[in-house]
């Protein structure tokens, strides 16, 4: 219920003050990275994905923030071509 409301804050609190388990915690983060991510609140998104590693398969964590790897790809691209054209 307290998905359908987006309450997802609320959810984690309940979560950690009831000791559930680390992979149900991580999965309200997996869902709330989900809910914020359909919003377009990527940064946000991500930054509840990176609190599932280990209990979230990485493949899912991929296809959702592929975004970010292209502008990190990107990012090492420059990074290499510049340090080129200063011969380092």
């Known amino acids: 219920m307290l998905y359908r409301k987006s309450l997802y804050v609320l959810a984690l609190n ?13 999965d309200i983060h997996r869902q709330y990275g989900d809910h914020l991510y359909t919003k377009g609140d990527y940064d946000g998104a991500m930054a509840q994905f990176v609190k599932t590693i280990s209990w979230t398969q990485p493949s899912y964590v991929i296809r959702k923030v592929r975004f970010y790897l292209l502008i990190l790809i990107y990012i090492i691209i420059i990074v290499i071509n510049e340090s080129i054209l200063l011969g380092g």
Do not use: F, I, P
Not at 14 to 26: F, G, H, I
């Open 14 to 26: 309940m979560a950690k003050s009831q000791r559930l388990d680390e992979s149900s915690v991580a």
